[in-house]
T-cell receptor, first 113, second 111 residues
């Protein structure tokens, strides 16, 4: 079945550092890939998405590229801010049988001033 | 557009009681998903519903848990005879195409 594996956290960075959170997936067919972010006490919010190979999703300085050859969708940001502290979830959704979305375990990011 | 509305936000139950969690999807969305998040863990899919139909319940425990999404009114996740292990945050989401919009969650604590 479909699955998502992402790097364990927590990840602790200083402000303005470079961020990478690794994500790999297993899926049949051609899934859509997502990063969601969860701030304390809140539900998840869509951060970015990519629907086909080589697509790059981007939002708020975050980027991720859909790499079919390595089945990866790593999240990157060039310069993190304290306000980026949150839990980040990589996810995939198949394109058949509804839009059930499978999530990775989440990676907690702490950014220090 | 009020987004996905979940209530109650916090619910405390004693072992053996019933918990009912409600979810109203975004206006115009007819698909509802329920997920469970245990402390320091990711989201686990429970069930996917359309109006009056359960499409996929592969993540639902076989006993004590049920879900419905009636023609009128919110979707309801029902947990009978709760146990301490049911303590978690339960998130509802609705979808337009394949992007999920989440509610703020209902946090169940079983004493």
């Amino acid at each position: 079945g479909n699955s998502v594996t992402q790097m364990e956290g927590p990840v602790t960075l200083s402000e303005e550092a470079f961020l990478t959170i690794n994500c790999t997936y297993t899926a049949t067919g051609y899934p859509s890939l997502f990063w969601y972010v969860q701030y304390p006490g809140e539900g998840l919010q869509l951060l970015l998405k990519a629907t086909k190979a080589d697509d790059k999703g981007s939002n708020k300085g975050f980027e991720a590229t859909y790499r079919k050859e390595t089945t990866s969708f790593h999240l990157e940001k060039g310069s993190v801010q304290v306000s980026d502290s949150a839990v980040y979830f990589c996810a995939l959704s198949g394109n058949t049988g509804g839009f059930k979305t499978i999530f990775g375990a989440g990676t907690r990011l702490f950014v220090k001033a | 557009n009020a987004g996905v509305m979940q209530n109650p936000r916090h619910l405390v139950r004693r072992r053996g009681q019933e918990a009912r969690l409600r979810c109203s999807p975004m206006k115009g969305h007819s698909h509802v998903y329920w997920y469970r998040q245990l402390p320091e863990e990711g989201l686990k899919f429970m069930v996917y519903l359309q109006k009056e139909n359960i499409i996929d319940e592969s993540g639902m425990p076989k006993e004590r848990f049920s879900a419905e999404f009636p023609k009128e009114g919110p979707s309801i996740l029902r947990i009978q005879q709760v146990v301490r292990g049911d303590s978690a945050a339960y998130f509802c989401a609705s979808s337009s195409k394949n992007v999920l919009t989440f509610g703020a969650g209902s946090r169940l604590t079983v004493l």
